[in-house]
């Protein structure tokens, strides 16, 4: 059985080569900041499970890689010569213990993480406006496990940080970490307030699902603007609301039975905000009516999920009456 302390010790252990990294790019100078707070909220956990996942990471087998992926769809490694069916079983009953997956797909050692959401599809919707991202210093706010920070290292980019406060999250990264060691990308327990006061340092951002989680939806884009450098880009993926007029819907309730949705805006709206905290060369990069085919239960994720959140009898509904959800993807310039 772990120490808490001990643990938060063992875990930031995992992070220095990284942040080795990070420290000589140009964002340096964040490093002492998230090196503070990583610690602080690794020694003290809030997370009743953070020790049960760590114990479970701890039993995970060692395996080399010899070929990974971070280009694919699947997200992937292989060894040489490839896991035996006992070794194998250890791995997914491992990755198992860390259920909900949300996003994915991951592909370990013969080992299918058949996440919640296709985050692949969301990928390629925006790879091609992406291009290539050589060299790029990369920051994905809201991250989740990692899976598009691993996909932006197969495009080109030099670092990129993810910041999740979602402890699974977390969790679910470094035991994708252990098996897929890339000392080039991160994610930390850190959400956006974390950052704000720090200067710009990063070539691209991503907020992808979190601007509708906001109460100040406002305040999330100034932080997004001040952390990007002069001529960065800003990908943003958000609920929008399918409509030619200019609105935002503030659910009174739950929307699609999430408790946290604060506000969806129209294209229009969503393009006066960014315009509002000082974004340039706004344009729309994709507009897709989420479907149970890219977000479902599977394996690993066997909660309710988007099937279990629409009007039964119209499937342009939420159960709450609200549109179903649609979401926009916009790229914007700091200039």
Same mark, same amino acid.
């Given at each position: ?185 991160? $994610? %930390?327990?850190?959400?956006? @307030?974390? #950052?704000?006061? &720090?200067?710009?340092?990063?070539? !691209? /951002? *991503?907020?992808? +699902? $979190? %601007?509708?989680?906001?109460? @100040?939806? #406002?305040?999330? &884009?100034?932080?997004?603007?001040? !952390? /990007? *450098?002069?001529? +960065?880009? %800003? ?5 929008? #609301? ?94």
């Amino acid at each position: 059985m772990f120490e808490l302390h001990g643990l938060g010790r063992l875990v930031l252990a995992r992070y220095e080569p990284f942040l080795r990294h990070w420290q000589s790019s140009r964002a340096g100078a964040w490093c002492p900041r998230l090196r503070e707070l990583s610690q602080a909220r690794l020694h003290a956990p809030r997370h009743g499970d953070w020790r049960v996942w760590m114990e479970q990471l701890a039993h995970l087998p060692v395996i080399e890689p010899a070929v990974r992926r971070f280009d694919a769809p699947c997200v992937g490694v292989e060894a040489t010569p490839p896991l035996d069916a006992s070794m194998r079983d250890q791995l997914r009953a491992g990755l198992l213990a860390l259920h909900p997956w949300r996003k994915g797909p991951f592909c370990l050692h013969g080992v299918t993480i058949d996440a919640e959401w296709r985050s692949d599809w969301k990928w390629a919707r925006v790879a091609a406006a992406l291009g290539s991202l050589r060299d790029a210093l990369v920051l994905d706010i809201g991250c989740g496990n990692g899976y598009y920070g691993y996909r932006a290292l197969g495009a080109g980019a030099r670092l990129v940080l993810g910041v999740d406060p979602g402890l699974r999250f977390v969790a679910q990264f470094l035991a994708l970490n252990q098996m897929l060691r890339s000392d080039r990308l991160a $994610v %930390l327990p850190l959400a956006d @307030e974390d #950052l704000s006061d &720090l200067e710009a340092g990063v070539d !691209l /951002l *991503l907020s992808m +699902g $979190v %601007l509708y989680h906001r109460r @100040e939806p #406002l305040r999330h &884009l100034r932080i997004l603007h001040r !952390l /990007l *450098l002069p001529g +960065g880009r %800003l990908l943003l993926e958000t609920l929008v #609301l399918d409509t030619d007029e200019d609105a935002v819907l503030e659910p009174p309730g739950r929307y699609a039975q999430m408790r946290n949705v604060h506000a969806i805006p129209s294209l229009s709206r969503l393009h006066s905000w960014l315009h509002a905290v000082g974004f340039q060369q706004i344009e729309g990069v994709d507009l897709t009516p989420t479907t149970s085919a890219e977000q479902r239960r599977t394996d690993w994720m066997r909660f309710q999920s988007l099937a279990d959140f629409l009007d039964p009898h119209d499937a342009s509904r939420t159960c709450e009456g609200h549109p179903a959800p649609v979401r926009a993807m916009v790229l914007a310039r700091r200039v």
